[in-house]
Nanobody, 121 residues
Framework: QVQLVESGGGLVQAGGSLRLSCAASGSIFSIGAMGWYRQAPGKQRELVATITSGGSTNYADSVKGRFTISRDNAKNTVSLQMNSLKPEDTAVYYC???????????????WGQGTQVTVSS
């Protein structure tokens, strides 16, 4: 069984910073792409940023220049440094990863439970 656990959400004023972390654990053979998504009330879940196992990154236009995604392959973790936060960044943030479980053949998408980020104006 593979689990993703996020941490680091909270309440911050506009212009502030937060750092989200996500740790993958369980019977893992390998992890491909990892990423962060978010869902605001009444809106669809959207991509925030992704990073490949080789370190290539992709960002939503709305967060470029403000957010930075990184990962530690040895620790199976991915982080999201969020700077210059805006009220419109308020959402539940989810960690996701493409994981091949130990003893398995296929790669499956796994998701964390989500962590709330609230940015006050």
């Amino acid at each position: 069984q593979v689990q993703l656990v996020e941490s680091g959400g909270g309440l911050v004023q506009a212009g502030g910073s937060l750092r989200l972390s996500c740790a993958a654990s369980g019977s893992i053979f390998s992890i491909g792409a990892m990423g962060w998504y978010r869902q605001a009330p009444g809106k669809q879940r959207e991509l925030v940023a992704t990073i490949t196992s080789g370190g290539s990154t992709n960002y939503a236009d709305s967060v470029k220049g403000r957010f930075t995604i990184s990962r530690d392959n040895a620790k199976n973790t991915v982080s999201l440094q969020m700077n210059s936060l805006k009220p419109e960044d308020t959402a539940v943030y989810y960690c996701a990863a493409d994981v091949q479980a130990a003893g398995g053949i296929t790669i499956k998408d796994y998701w964390g439970q989500g962590t709330q980020v609230t940015v006050s104006s």
